[in-house]
């Protein structure tokens, strides 16, 4: 692909789904302004008295009307450029397969977590904060670990790498710096694209070293273990812990701020109380808002941890020239951004370019 068309399914990539979110931001105020979000709660009160029957079929209206708007722009974003790039190998069919199982599972995922949400609002009223806070940090540590065994296999078929002498290597590089890992396996990526990846999966004792087919395919063995001697990096220098300790920060942080922007607002705009369905929509704006504030600040830590994994791959492999070699693959072969906007990588990127991380290899 040339440069040019690069730079342009970037700018694609980024800005639609960017303008969807600033729409449903919009809509959110608009909802809340013109008092839509209190004609919605009289209605699914109108269906049934129990308020958390009542909270769930008020939060399936939002959804709904959300997912009815977002599936055209997730077609022309995940599959429409996708085609036209020339990275999918996936048919419409087996796109929208893709799509009914993400519902399912993130229903599966969020169902749960919204009652509980609810019943915590009722429960502790303007303190709510505090068990949110504890609960989706309990539950996005589970989720962490779960997800390989459970979740990733409901989309990509995971097969043991036998007898190779890439899996010998690796093994070896992992026993070498103490690390404990269940086993080596491929999955089907190029089922759905040529793009190519690769990583450790899961935390504790389950974790396994994960390569998509499409890795497997082009690149050579010293190159996919320069690939692993950096994500043995991230584990060997603790970066899932502090990310893990700075996103709790960062969430009780949040949680906290938006319960007092909330409190004050709710009081502003005459609502009864904080768990009023009425109000809720305000608790989804001032989140979305905090997000959107902290998303530089994960973004420039993450990075940071990006360079010292690649320093800790440096020192770790034996020519640099596999791993220089491998970034510029990875970045051809995922169609990379290699020289973005300083201002656009700032604030988006959480992986610094690969101009930027082939130029500090050069000079290690
Ligand atoms: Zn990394």
């Avoid at 939002?62 to 048919?91: A, C, H, R």
């Avoid at 303190?127 to 990733?152: D, E, K």
């Avoid at 790498?161 to 992992?174: A, G, H, R, Y």
């Avoid at 607002?265 to 009425?278: E, T």
Wanted: glycine share 4%; net charge neutral; with cysteine.
């Amino acid at each position: 692909m040339e440069n040019k068309d690069i730079k342009h399914y970037h700018r694609l990539k980024l800005w639609v789904p960017l303008l969807e979110s600033l729409f449903f931001f919009f809509m959110m105020i608009l909802v809340v302004k013109f008092d839509v979000s209190i004609y919605l709660e009289n209605f699914v009160y109108s269906l049934t008295q129990n308020d958390t029957f009542a909270f769930l079929l008020f939060v399936l209206i939002f959804s709904i009307t959300g997912s009815l708007f977002d599936f055209p722009i997730s077609y022309y974003v995940d599959y429409t450029l996708e085609k036209k790039y020339n990275f999918s190998n996936q048919s419409i069919g087996n796109w929208i397969i893709d799509k009914i199982k993400a519902l399912i599972v993130s229903t599966l995922i969020t169902f749960p977590i919204l009652i509980v949400f609810y019943f915590v609002l009722l429960e502790f009223g303007k303190m709510w904060w505090v068990p949110v806070g504890i609960l989706l940090f309990l539950f996005s540590t589970l989720l962490a670990r779960i997800a390989p065994t459970v979740i990733f296999p409901i989309f990509y078929k995971f097969i043991p790498v036998e007898d190779s002498d890439l899996k010998d290597d690796l093994i070896v590089l992992c026993q070498k710096y103490n690390f404990d890992i269940e086993g080596v396996f491929k999955f089907d990526m190029s089922k759905k694209t040529k793009k190519a990846n690769a990583g450790f999966a899961g935390i504790g004792k389950s974790k396994r070293i994960i390569i998509s087919d499409t890795l497997l395919q082009n690149f050579n063995k010293d190159e996919i273990i320069s690939i692993f001697a950096h994500e043995l990096g991230h584990y060997k220098l603790k970066h899932l812990w502090k990310l893990m300790i700075i996103n709790f920060i960062l969430v009780f942080f949040g949680l906290w701020v938006s319960a007092i922007v909330y409190d004050h607002l709710v009081l502003k705009f005459g609502f009864q109380s904080v768990s009023q369905l009425a109000a809720l929509p305000m608790l989804f704006i001032i989140l979305y808002v905090y997000g959107i504030l902290t998303l530089p600040i994960s973004n420039l830590i993450s990075r940071k941890y990006e360079y010292e994994a690649d320093k800790f791959a440096l020192s770790v492999i034996e020519n640099k020239t596999d791993f220089i070699s491998a970034l510029k693959k990875l970045g051809e072969i995922n169609a990379s951004d290699t020289n973005p906007n300083p201002v656009i990588e700032f604030l988006f990127y959480d992986h610094p370019s690969l101009s930027k991380r082939i130029a500090f290899a050069e000079k290690f």
